[in-house]
C-alpha cells in the first residue's frame, strides 16, 4: 500500500513567522510531488509542484525534496491570516502506464495575528 | 482560466436511490479522476479514467460505482444504490499528465453528496 503520512497539526504560527511543513512518502519510483492548500469545506488547491531534488521557490513558498530520504517539505514565509487552512500533500504514483494522486491526511496551519 | 467544474454543488438523496455527478473536465486534459472525501478524513482516490476507459480504481470503487464520459466534455460519477456512508465530498479532478513525472490535477468545486 503507497502511502503519504503528514503530521496532522495543528500547526500554530504567529502572523509574519515562518511555517514549515514536512511530508514524507513510501513509494521510493514516485517522480512528482504536489502541494496542495484546502480550505473548510473548499477543493485542493494547487500550490506547488516540485519534480526535482532540492528547492522550488515561487512567492512566499519554498518546496524542497530529498528523493533518497522520500521527503518533502513546504515552508510558508511571512506566514498571513490568510494562510491557515489544511496543507496536503499530494504523491504521484505511476504504475501500469497510468497515474494517480495518493493524498496524505492534511497538516492545519493555523496562523495568529 | 480554464477550470473543472461540477454539479450539484449538494444533493441530498435517500438511502437506496441512484446518484449522478457531473464533472466537465479542462478541456485538453486527457486524465480524469474522481476522488471523495469524508468530512474530517482524507481525500481520498476512487478512479481515472483514460482514453475513454477506467485505467484504475481503488478498493472503495466496487459496483456500486460506474463512470461515464457520455459525450465530449461531461464525466459522470454514478453511484447505485446509496448507503449512509456514501455521504461525503466528491470531487473530480483532471490533468494532462503523461508518464512518469505527471503534470498535477486540478480540482472542480466538489459535490457535496448527503444520504439520508
Known amino acids: 500500500q503507497k502511502e503519504v503520512e503528514q503530521n496532522s497539526g495543528p500547526l500554530s504560527v504567529p502572523e509574519g513567522a515562518i511555517a514549515s511543513l514536512n511530508c514524507t512518502y513510501s513509494?521510493?519510483?514516485?517522480?512528482?510531488f504536489f502541494w496542495y492548500r484546502q480550505y473548510s469545506g473548499k477543493s485542493p488547491e494547487l500550490i506547488m509542484s516540485i519534480y526535482s531534488n532540492g528547492d522550488k521557490e515561487d512567492g512566499r513558498f519554498t518546496a524542497q525534496l530529498n528523493k533518497a530520504s522520500q521527503y518533502v517539505s513546504l515552508l510558508i514565509r511571512d506566514s498571513q491570516p490568510s494562510d491557515s487552512a489544511t496543507y496536503l500533500c499530494?504523491?504521484?504514483?505511476?504504475?501500469?502506464?497510468?497515474?494517480?494522486?495518493?493524498f496524505g491526511a492534511g497538516t492545519r496551519l493555523a496562523v495568529h495575528p | 482560466e480554464p477550470e473543472v467544474t461540477q454539479t450539484p454543488s449538494h444533493q441530498v438523496t435517500q438511502m437506496g436511490q441512484e446518484v449522478i455527478l457531473r464533472c466537465v473536465p479542462i478541456s485538453n486534459h486527457l486524465y480524469f479522476y474522481w476522488y471523495r472525501q469524508i468530512l474530517g478524513q482524507k481525500v481520498e482516490f476512487l478512479v481515472s479514467?483514460?482514453?475513454?476507459?477506467?485505467?484504475?480504481k481503488s478498493e472503495i470503487f466496487d459496483d456500486q460505482f460506474s463512470v461515464e464520459r457520455p459525450d465530449g466534455s461531461n464525466f459522470t460519477l454514478k453511484i447505485r444504490s446509496t448507503k449512509l456512508e456514501d455521504s461525503a465530498m466528491y470531487f473530480c479532478a483532471s490533468s494532462t499528465g503523461t508518464g512518469g513525472s505527471a503534470s498535477p490535477a486540478f480540482f472542480g468545486q466538489g459535490t457535496r453528496l448527503t444520504v439520508v
Open positions: 513509494d521510493r519510483g514516485s517522480q512528482s
Open positions: 499530494a504523491v504521484n504514483t505511476f504504475s501500469g502506464g497510468y497515474n494517480k494522486l495518493i
Open positions: 479514467f483514460y482514453n475513454n476507459e477506467i485505467s484504475e
